[in-house]
Nanobody
Framework: QVQLVESGGGLVQPGGSMRLSCTAS????????MGWYRQAPGKQRELVAG???????NYADSVKGRFTISRDNGKNTVYLQMNSLKPEDTAVYFC?????????RGPGTQVTVSV
């Protein structure tokens, strides 16, 4: 089993920045891809960004150029730096990890972009 715990959510004004962190614990050996999903009220969950153990990244078109995903394998932690935040980025953000074909998800952290 892999446990994921997110931190760093909260309220931020439009145009502001925020960094999310997610630390994995438990059976962390051979965790492959880690990433972030988000789900806004009334909308489907969508992939925000992902990063492989080798550092290859991918992003949703809606966040390209504004969000940056990074990973510290020594700390078993993945980060999501979010800049130029927009109200439409408001959602619950979930950390995700894949290990040996199994998917794991954290409980989520709320990000609200509002004046």
């Amino acid at each position: 089993q892999v446990q994921l715990v997110e931190s760093g959510g909260g309220l931020v004004q439009p145009g502001g920045s925020m960094r999310l962190s997610c630390t994995a614990s438990g059976n962390i050996f051979r965790i492959a891809t880690m990433g972030w999903y988000r789900q806004a009220p009334g909308k489907q969950r969508e992939l925000v960004a992902g990063i492989t153990s080798g550092g290859i990244t991918n992003y949703a078109d809606s966040v390209k150029g504004r969000f940056t995903i990074s990973r510290d394998n020594g700390k078993n932690t993945v980060y999501l730096q979010m800049n130029s935040l927009k109200p439409e980025d408001t959602a619950v953000y979930f950390c995700h990890a894949e290990r040996l074909g199994m998917d794991y998800r954290g409980p989520g952290t709320q990000v609200t972009v509002s004046v």
